[in-house]
């Protein structure tokens, strides 16, 4: 599954350094330089789990809403470039070093997406701007993202508890809750 709106939301706003960022999807028109560009080049690879509860966090009603769900994985290609080769390679530096330090910023529980690592940064061969008649200085990194996919349990937990003993049924449920029921016999 792919990532929520919000969620690639999230990673983008917190990327590093304060230079322009576009996504690969939307060139129209050349960027300024330098910059980076990103793109996701792989989402929806189930890692852990599958169904099954996710977190439980207590209501305002002092009751717990769980989700139910799983852990996917994306990967986040980030290309600088630049018209300096010094100048991509000290962007890429910077950037690493930021992705290293503080992890996009992005907390698990909080944010329903964290960097698991740097998979690779690596200098990309120069190509030719046409449109500035330069030569075009890229550098990669790729990082990978973990993130969850889940959904609010809808279903109430169980609530209730009733007890047949020979004859004698006691059985107390709360409204509009699940109940379960136990039978003893000889």
């Not at 709106?5 to 590093?16: A, D, E, M, Y």
């Not at 330069?134 to 993202?145: A, P, V």
């Not at 993130?147 to 709360?174: C, M, N, R």
Request: proline letters at 5%.
């Amino acid at each position: 599954m792919t990532l929520s709106i919000q969620q690639k939301q999230k990673v983008i706003t917190r990327l590093p350094l304060s230079i322009p960022k576009t996504e690969f999807n939307q060139y129209v028109n050349f960027p300024a330089i330098p910059c980076v560009v990103f793109s996701l080049i792989s989402e929806g690879a189930r890692t852990h789990y599958f169904r099954d509860l996710i977190r439980s966090r207590r209501n305002a009603g002092f009751e717990y809403d769980d989700w139910i769900g799983h852990i996917s994985r994306a990967t986040l290609s980030l290309t600088i470039l630049s018209f300096d080769p010094l100048e991509s390679r000290e962007l890429a530096h910077q950037m690493e070093l930021e992705l290293w330090q503080n992890r996009l910023g992005l907390v698990k529980p909080d944010d329903g997406i964290w960097m698991t690592r740097v998979l690779r940064s690596a200098e990309l061969p120069a190509i030719r701007s046409e449109l500035h008649k330069k030569l075009l200085h890229r550098w990669n990194i790729d990082i990978e993202l973990e993130y969850e996919v889940s959904w609010k349990l809808i279903a109430p937990t169980i609530k209730a508890f009733g007890v047949d003993v020979d004859g004698l049924k006691l059985e107390l449920t709360a409204p509009g809750c699940y109940g379960a029921s136990i039978v003893i016999k000889k």
